[in-house]
């Protein structure tokens, strides 16, 4: 992986916590302060970021399988949390994001089954095979829009992008990106999607400390805990 500059002081585990952090005023700010917009405009770096994440924890994980299974247990989990947290119920209407990225990944898997490698000498993907690929990659965003699941297409196409990019400059692969997230919402408070770029900018192209475990566990353990002081503050 390619780092921008010296000033890349980032590393993988970072970035996560800086999408977490930005993933709680998000959620918040939408439960208990609907008023302060910038915490929504706080919130908006976390999905950029985790698209990033997912691609790069992809490229670089030694067991695919494990990690296209470990997102599906914990979409399974983090579902009834999510539910109750934003509808105070069980609601078919509108699924997690770690769905989402369960079909991203999926997604990518297809691409790579079907489109294969790039070429060693030109590092570009033959255009047939890239094709096909790219088609299970718009079925599994086309599912994500059916199934509801959290930013749908977006997440999945965002995902992609961050991976299909990732042996292009780091300047370049960000900017599309984000750009892509930046571009699809404008209005209001979506318009924080951009600052996505300056972490991304500053990623110095290393996993860190890991934590592979701690993103799993939190998504679904804070929205409950969010979930518990909803319903003590209306009892």
Same mark, same amino acid.
């Given at each position: @992986? ?5 000033? #890349?002081? /980032? ?8 999408? @977490? ?26 999905? %950029?970021?985790? #698209? ?46 770690? /769905? ?5 990944? /999926? ?10 490698? %790039?070429?060693?000498? #030109? ?11 790219? &088609? ?5 965003? #086309?599912?994500?829009?059916? &199934? ?12 992609? &992008? ?57 998504? %679904?353990?804070? &929205? ?7 319903? /003590?503050?209306?009892?």
């Amino acid at each position: @992986m390619k780092t921008t500059s010296r000033v #890349s002081i /980032l590393d993988g585990t970072a970035l996560k916590l800086i999408a @977490m952090v930005s993933m709680v005023f998000d959620h918040v700010g939408d439960l208990f302060f609907p008023e302060q917009v910038w915490m929504r405009a706080v919130g908006r770096l976390a999905m %950029p970021v985790f #698209s990033f994440c997912i691609a790069e924890g992809y490229a670089h994980t030694r067991n695919r399988k494990r990690y296209l299974l470990r997102m599906g247990v914990f979409a399974l989990i983090s579902e009834l949390p999510f539910d109750l947290a934003f509808s105070g119920r069980i609601d078919w209407g509108h699924q997690n994001i770690m /769905l989402s990225f369960l079909l991203a990944i /999926l997604g990518l898997w297809l691409f790579d089954v079907l489109g294969g490698e %790039p070429a060693e000498e #030109s590092e570009r993907y033959r255009a047939g095979k890239t094709a096909l690929g790219a &088609l299970a990659v718009v079925a599994m965003a #086309s599912l994500a829009f059916l &199934l509801r699941a959290d930013y749908t297409v977006f997440a999945v196409i965002a995902v992609f &992008l961050f991976y299909v990019l990732r042996r292009k400059h780091p300047l370049v692969r960000n900017a599309v990106g984000v750009g892509f997230l930046a571009l699809i919402r404008t209005l209001g408070y979506y318009a924080a999607t951009g600052l996505s770029f300056i972490p991304l900018a500053l990623y110095n192209g290393k996993k860190g400390r890991g934590l592979k475990w701690l993103f799993y566990v939190f998504y %679904p353990g804070h &929205l409950l805990l969010l979930y518990l002081i909803r319903q /003590l503050a209306v009892s």
